[in-house]
């Protein structure tokens, strides 16, 4: 069974005709996309914006209807993938190296669903290493004042090209932290370095959280007191 497929064609329930859609980037994302598609050549009326290139083009090529965000004035819901999903639904995403432009769309959205299967449930964010987005300027300081927090922070490669570059010309570090205790420390504290642009960590964004369970179960995860 493909987990990721099921997950996020399950999502597509919460998207309603004249709704502004925020695209998710990644392998989970993708399938989000697709099913969006074929429900918009049945007659759904949305317009949507991407969180990366790549969803952009598949997008445009299922004849989504995709707006720039400088031409909308909200995003109702966004859908996206996770690497780490923790009790309290904070998240780690970036594995696609899409963390820049998804943080600054689901910060944006008047609701952030979350489309996982059950591998990127953790009781402590940290295992899966950070990602974090860094411009190339001086990357070496920025390396080492990162590592300073704690981590072993390895420079993105990308196997054809080298170097990883982002959507927005940028270098990715990925870092191992093994457990990360406070998130929101450690956010604020990456974020604080010049040369940081952000940060993976995903903290109090997520409304819900799709899991999708080998079994064939699918449970929805919401934040506690909404
Ligand atoms: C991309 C992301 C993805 O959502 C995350 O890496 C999960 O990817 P996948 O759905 O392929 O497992 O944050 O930057």
Redesign the pocket.
Known sequence: MNL?KMVAESAVKYIQDGMVVGL??????HWFIKKLGQMVKDGLEIKAGATSVESEVLAKELEIPIVSFEEIDHIDVTV????EVDPGLNLI???????LR?KIVATESRELIIIVDESKLVKQLGKFPLPVEVIPFALSITQQKVEELGCKAGIRVDQENGRFKTNNGNVILDCEFEKISNPEELTQKLNMIPGVVENGLFINLAKKVLVGYKNGNLEILGRSGE
Request: charge should be negative.
């Open positions: 990721k998710g980037s990644g392998t989970t994302a996206d993938g996770a690497d995403k970036g594995g696609g190296g899409a963390l998804e």
